[in-house]
């Protein structure tokens, strides 16, 4: 069974940075796409950062410039480093690892962008 694990989250001042870490249970090439989620209360999950097996990525809008995915093969794990951040980047942030017919998801780990 496929096992997403994310650390990094955590209270942050407007402006400030954290990186994201999710660490696979297996290797992150067995993956078509894997990437970041978030969910904002009272607000549907919602993409921010992927990246392809071949490495391409894809950012959100309200994001780009100021995120960035990166990803450790040999760790098995994929990064989100968040700079700049905003109060409206707080949410819940998922791991997320998809194949053809299926999606798997961490547990999710908590950004709370406050001063």
Avoid at 68 to 89: G, P
Wanted: proline share 2%; aromatic share 10%.
């Amino acid at each position: 069974q496929v096992q997403l694990v994310e650390s990094g989250g955590g209270l942050v001042q407007p402006g400030g940075s954290l990186r994201l870490s999710c660490a696979a249970s297996e290797s992150i090439f067995s993956f078509n796409v894997m990437g970041w989620y978030r969910q904002a209360p009272g607000k549907e999950r919602e993409l921010v950062a992927v990246m392809s097996s071949g490495g391409t990525t894809n950012y959100a809008e309200s994001v780009k410039g100021r995120f960035t995915i990166s990803r450790d093969n040999a760790k098995k794990t994929v990064f989100l480093q968040m700079n700049s951040l905003k109060a409206e980047d707080t949410a819940v942030y998922y791991c997320n690892a998809a194949r053809v017919s299926r999606h798997y998801w961490g547990q999710g780990t908590q950004v709370t962008v406050s001063s």
